[in-house]
């Protein structure tokens, strides 16, 4: 699993054609990434066009022409400042010239979108605990797990799935890895803005009806929580997503309390005990 539990998958023999995606593989890359693939595409493309100047040394007006002259030209041509210190006096010059400089505005476009694309892209800040525990909750037993929201809005609207998977064989002795729900106490949340305690009871509608601790982890499957809601902020649509395996269950512990409230009426949470637990003793 990555840092936000994610499926963890790797892909062999995709089909050719990579490039063909390059645009939504830059909108999910970090900005570090991001920022370095630019740099590098921006040198490495001005000093191609410096190569090409460098063919012809008399398509520009300084003499002699160096490398590093073509280069820096070439920088100025691509982003359209233009001093004017330096400048193109051949055919060939200003073929390159005009080469360039339409390179340098669809650049310029793209990397503005692209940008934009990313700072408008719309996001949750979701934290999830640690751990789903297995314990019991008005007497019945229950998978639980807590989310919180790490900003300071509110979302409107949230609905939280839980799925699990489990192992299928056909009659054929075909396998096969099937997705079913799992109900929740309360899957919806009008305001969602501190924490929330997501509850699945184990009566005998769950899937898990009767099994113990022991037996569920040796299930192996895998928890999948998929979060929905309204940005309070921007009023635009979320999505989050996040997994448990079966290694991540505890048995038999609560979380520790994170919500408080002040003597003005203020609702505090306590971030520092988010992924807590504590075992509570068995008259409680």
């Known amino acids: 699993m990555t840092d936000k539990n994610f499926i963890k998958i790797e892909k062999i023999n995709e089909p050719k054609g990579y490039h063909k995606d390059l645009y939504h593989k830059l909108l999910k890359v970090s ?45 100025q041509t691509f982003s359209t400042v233009g001093y004017g210190a330096i400048s193109p006096v051949s055919v060939y010059g200003n073929t390159i010239v005009v080469i360039e400089i339409m390179i340098g505005l669809i650049s310029t476009a793209v990397s503005t979108g692209l940008v934009f694309a990313r700072f408008s892209k719309p996001s949750a800040r979701i934290m999830y605990s640690e751990n789903m525990l297995f314990t019991h909750y008005n007497n019945q037993p229950v998978l ?109 512990q609560y979380f520790v309390d994170i919500i408080s409230k002040k003597d003005d009426g203020t609702r505090q949470i306590d971030y520092q005990f988010f992924h807590s637990t504590e075992k509570r003793p068995k008259n409680e």
């Open 144 to 252: 639980m797990f807590r989310m919180a929201n790490s900003r300071s809005n509110e979302i409107i609207s949230a609905s939280v799935e839980l799925h699990y998977t489990y192992p299928e064989v056909s009659s054929e002795g075909i396998k096969m890895i099937r997705f079913a729900a799992l109900k929740l106490e309360r899957n919806y949340s009008p305001i969602f803005s501190l924490s929330w305690t997501i509850i699945h009871v184990i009566n005998n509608e769950s899937p898990f009806y009767q099994k113990s601790f022991e037996e569920i982890k040796k299930t192996n499957s895998e928890f999948f929580v998929i979060f929905n809601g309204t940005d309070g902020t921007r009023s635009q649509t979320i999505h989050d997503f996040y997994s448990y395996s079966t290694d991540t269950i505890l048995d038999d």
């Open 31 to 75: 900005w570090l990434n991001l920022f370095i693939t630019y740099v590098l595409f921006f040198i490495s493309l001005n000093l191609l066009f410096a190569g090409l100047y460098m063919i012809s040394p008399g398509s520009l007006t300084i003499t002699p022409l160096t490398l590093k002259h073509a280069f820096f030209f070439s920088v």
